[in-house]
């Protein structure tokens, strides 16, 4: 189907958005008719999303004034350059376009004679500001957050990374309804192959619209059938600008109120955002603690299956008697009541995520206390039992990336009944697959547990959060050829180097 396009007639162009826009059925699309120098005009725009007193003083009433338009001169270039007082204003033909930045809150200027139209950015809808970031909680570093306006959120990156080499580009998506894209990358930092794969996977989705960073993840992702994110979501600038350092690309969406980076690894959703704003060796502690909740979070119950159920040898007489006196008041035996528990207790943190305000939290803690005392109490589950749900639901905790969690949640079930079927065999089966699932993944092309697997010269800042003088090479994921920071000392006080 060929585009439709604007031509120098009035009249057509009047006709042709006219019945684009639907101006008869829309109550708040307005066609606001005038003249310029004797010519007949118009803008359009959508009431509510423009600022109308922009829009009059450096629009409608610079037009109003003009008394005469010189003879053989282009009337877009003479409006756009001695008549109209709008920063950021475009020429376009095609009504398509045209149509986009009405809906975005443009305001589009016709006139008789003029090919096209011309399009100025006098945006005025209600938006929310920047505040806090909700999911992201931090003790050192800043306390911004990104909000759902896109181009508030760059300007937030491009405050903190001021550098010429920080390129933003935009695209569109969506066929039907289209949704703005940009995508950011330091030009220097950046593999040009990552930028060029992000855009062809953007411009290869054949989808009405995308009305959210989530769903937009799921189209970019190089293997959805996977239980792991192979993107990384933050609502931080200063976790974005670390990943512009390290060479990955940021994609932002109009109306979310987050970003994404790809590629990624394991390792970036382990961390926190203020391990770097820490002193090492708290970052260092910090780390190993987190490690240590997510594989407590995904082998203390299957083992504790295993080792009741089917190797019940392994345990010391006391804690053997301890359990099977415990389990023998209970008409349940271990293996279901482990699933049972951990559903119920995934279920109360997920009540306590939907439930408004402080509330959730409260809904939390109060109800797992309740539950876990009143079960106990009516002989339902043995009183270890529940201690070892309890633990390993507070090593989920401890993982800062929710998509993580979920995702550690689901293999925690897998690797249960793993135990209750085949006992410790089972577990090392379960977690080979595991490990050779992560082994296989990859985020924009590449490997998901890089750079330990395959093995990687990279920045001491992965498992372990070393100190900033020993970080002499910058991310993995980027260009090859700039890996080496400056050399030379980075403490001022430090010998120099040879």
């Known amino acids: 189907m060929d585009k439709k396009t604007l031509t120098g007639s009035f009249a057509n162009n009047r006709s042709l958005i006219r019945e684009a826009v639907q101006i008869s059925k829309n109550e708040d699309m307005k066609f606001r008719e005038f003249q310029i120098a004797g010519r007949a005009a118009a803008v359009v725009f959508i ?7 922009r829009l009059q003083q450096f629009l409608l009433t610079p037009c109003m ?4 338009i010189p003879e053989n001169e282009d009337i877009a270039a003479f409006l756009s350059t001695q008549v109209l007082q709008i920063a950021s204003l475009d020429h376009t033909k095609e009504l398509d376009m045209l149509l986009l930045r009405i809906c975005q809150g443009d305001a589009a200027l016709l006139c008789e004679g003029m090919q096209g139209a011309l399009i100025g950015e006098v945006k005025g809808y209600a938006r929310r500001s920047v ?40 695209v569109q998506i969506g066929d039907q309804v289209q949704n703005r894209i940009t995508l950011m990358y330091l030009n220097h930092a950046v593999q040009q ?15 009405d619209h995308v009305l959210s960073l989530g769903m937009l993840e799921q189209l970019l992702e190089d293997n959805p059938s996977s239980l792991f994110p192979q993107c990384i979501t933050t609502e931080r600038p200063d976790r974005a600008v670390s990943f512009l350092t390290e060479g990955q690309v940021l994609i932002l969406m109009e109306n979310a109120p987050a970003v994404l980076a790809m590629p990624c690894s394991l390792l970036h959703l382990y961390h926190a955002p203020d391990d770097t704003a820490l002193r090492w060796q708290y970052g260092t502690f910090l780390r190993l603690l987190r490690m240590a909740g997510m594989l407590i979070a995904l082998f203390l119950p299957a083992v504790y299956v295993a080792l009741t159920v089917f190797h019940p040898e392994g345990m010391s007489l006391s804690l053997l008697t301890s359990v099977l006196e415990s389990q023998s008041r209970v008409p349940m ?10 559903l119920a207790f995934s279920l109360i943190s997920e009540a306590g995520a939907r439930v408004p305000g402080a509330m959730g939290s409260s809904l939390s803690i109060v109800g797992g206390i309740i539950l876990g005392q009143a079960v106990v109490e009516a002989d339902m589950f043995s ?10 639901g507070i090593g989920i905790y401890a993982v800062p990336t929710y998509a993580l969690t979920l995702a550690i949640r689901i293999v925690q079930l897998l690797l249960v009944a793993a135990a209750g079927i085949a006992g410790y065999p089972g577990i090392v089966a379960g977690a080979f697959l595991l490990l050779l699932s992560l082994c296989g993944l990859t985020s ?10 395959p093995l990687r010269p990279f920045n001491p800042d992965k498992v372990l959060r070393l100190p900033i003088w020993r970080q002499r090479l910058r991310g993995y994921l980027g260009n090859a050829l700039h890996m080496n920071r400056t050399p030379g000392r980075m403490r001022a006080w430090d010998k120099e180097e040879k």
């Open 47 to 53: 009431d509510g999303m423009v600022d109308l007193t």
């Open 65 to 68: 004034k003009v008394q005469k």
């Open 131 to 170: 505040g806090q970031p909700v999911n992201e909680t931090v003790v050192m570093g800043p306390h911004e957050g990104f909000c759902e306006t896109m181009r508030d959120n760059v300007v937030l990156i491009r405050k903190m990374m001021r550098t010429p080499s920080l390129i933003s580009e935009a």
């Open 193 to 207: 192959e990552s930028v060029e794969e992000i855009k062809r996977r953007i411009a290869g989705c054949r989808v």
């Open 333 to 342: 035996s271990l293996f279901p009541s482990m699933l049972l528990m951990l």
């Open 383 to 392: 009183p270890l039992l529940i201690v070892v749900v309890a633990i390993s």
């Open 444 to 453: 924009l092309n590449s490997p998901y547990l890089s750079p330990v697997s």
